[in-house]
């Protein structure tokens, strides 16, 4: 069973710029949560999707957004970029029923220059 | 509100020897899981072990145990016989059940073990 997939794996980017990342969850599975990891905040929950429905939401300002298709495929989108978005972003998938563990991606290591 | 510990930032070890990551949690829900993440240099999150706070049975697989205590709200894993592939740096996660998969992870641990 091929595991998460993510696009891109590195990404460089000015601020102000807006960027969009890409997740394909474990076949089967219905959730998607995407986590930002920096050195000094750790490793942060922005969202889960569930059947294409946003289930949960971390603090994160707006400018953070995300999505989930029908094939439950996610992105999500960084508009405005400030310096502070450089981090590691992790997708993880589940089969979303509360119990089980979720399966992480390589993660997008996004740099703001 | 849900908040993972992990006092440890750094620890080092030489191979073979024993170690202990410490992981206290606090929530206000009785029903909850427990979970611990490997993420090796190559930065992928591994998921190692899963625990329900119903079950306080501690749990071994292979060269890696868990010890599970509600009454001091710690889930603490050791790792016997350490080897350099052990190298990473380890995760403790908390989630309460309510409908998300949401996950909150302690600062975590950097672990060494040199030959």
């Known amino acids: 069973k091929a595991g998460v997939t993510q696009t891109p794996r590195y990404l460089i980017k000015t601020r102000g710029q807006q960027v969009t990342l890409s997740c394909s969850p474990i076949?089967?599975?219905?959730?998607v949560s995407w986590y930002q990891q920096t050195p000094g905040q750790g490793l942060q929950f922005l969202f889960e999707?569930?059947?294409?429905?946003?289930?949960n939401k971390g603090n994160f300002p707006g400018r953070f957004s995300g999505r989930q298709f029908s094939n439950s495929r996610s992105e999500m989108n960084v508009s405005t970029l400030e310096l502070g978005d450089s981090a590691l972003y992790l997708c993880a998938s589940s089969l979303g029923e509360g119990y089980n563990e979720q399966f992480f991606g390589p993660g997008t290591r996004l740099t703001v220059l | 509100a849900q908040k993972v510990t992990q006092a440890q930032t750094e620890i080092s070890v030489v191979e073979k020897e024993d170690v202990t990551l410490d992981c206290v949690y606090e929530?206000?829900?009785?029903?909850?899981?427990l979970f611990w993440y490997k993420q090796p240099p190559s930065g992928e999150l591994v998921f190692l072990i899963r625990?329900?706070?119903?079950?306080?049975q501690n749990e071994i697989s292979g060269r890696y145990s868990w010890n599970f205590q509600k009454s001091t709200s710690s889930f603490n894993f050791t790792i016997t016989a350490s080897q350099v592939v052990d190298s990473a740096v380890y995760f403790c996660?908390?989630?309460?059940?309510?409908?998300?998969?949401?996950?909150?992870f302690g600062k975590g641990t950097k672990l060494t073990v040199n030959p």
């Open positions: 996660a908390l989630r309460e059940v309510g409908g998300s998969e949401k996950l909150v």
């Open positions: 999707y569930f059947s294409e429905t946003q289930r």
């Open positions: 076949s089967g599975h219905r959730s």
């Open positions: 929530t206000r829900d009785t029903t909850y899981y």
């Open positions: 625990r329900n706070s119903f079950d306080e």
